[in-house]
């Protein structure tokens, strides 16, 4: 797993967080005068608006009785969904500290637009939309498609019969 610094993650946050009009193969090609990396490409674009997301949901009216996921979800090579902590995933940890200090000190403009991106505010949107109430709900973890489950699981050792 390619291990980025903060102030990339940053810079990639900014990027996302402006482009409302960019498509997505505009903002990848952003991404990739970053990192060259495809995969790092893939976490910067999938995790950093789910930080967003997490944290706009933890803020709703409502949320206080609202369980908020911990975890997300990658594929294996069998194609089965293994849930990881999402403290594996170093862009999610400083990707939530950003979103934190936006939250509280703004740009508002660059809140929304991460946040909007996030499969977790969707979700959440849809059911306020539908009528529900947050108050008891508990959400389920995010599913990144694009990420395999190997990036997080702990490399096998070679001396293990």
């Given amino acids: 797993m390619?291990?980025?610094?903060s102030d990339l993650i940053y810079q990639a946050v900014k990027l996302l967080g402006a482009q409302r009009d960019a498509s997505e193969e505009q903002e990848e090609e952003?991404?990739?005068?970053?990192?060259?990396?495809?995969?790092?490409?893939?976490?910067l674009a999938d995790?950093?608006?789910?930080?967003?997301?997490?944290v706009l949901a933890s803020h709703l009216p409502g949320a206080e009785n609202m369980t908020l996921p911990d975890t997300f979800c990658a594929q294996d090579d069998d194609d089965e969904w293994v849930e990881f902590s999402m403290r594996r995933e170093p862009i999610f940890v400083v990707a939530l500290d950003i979103a934190q200090h936006?939250?509280?000190?703004?740009?508002r403009a660059l809140m929304q637009n991460l946040a909007d991106r996030s499969s977790l505010l969707?979700?959440?949107n849809k059911a306020l939309d539908a009528g529900s109430s947050l108050d008891g709900t508990t959400l389920g973890p995010p599913s990144f498609f694009?990420?395999?489950?190997a990036l997080y699981q702990p490399?096998?050792?070679?001396?293990?019969p």
């Fill in 2 to 5: 390619e291990v980025l610094s």
């Fill in 30 to 43: 952003q991404l990739r005068a970053l990192v060259r990396d495809e995969l790092t490409v893939r976490r």
């Fill in 47 to 54: 995790v950093i608006p789910e930080a967003f997301g997490l």
């Fill in 102 to 107: 936006t939250f509280h000190n703004g740009p």
């Fill in 122 to 124: 969707s979700t959440i």
């Fill in 146 to 149: 694009g990420l395999p489950a």
């Fill in 155 to 160: 490399a096998a050792s070679s001396d293990t």
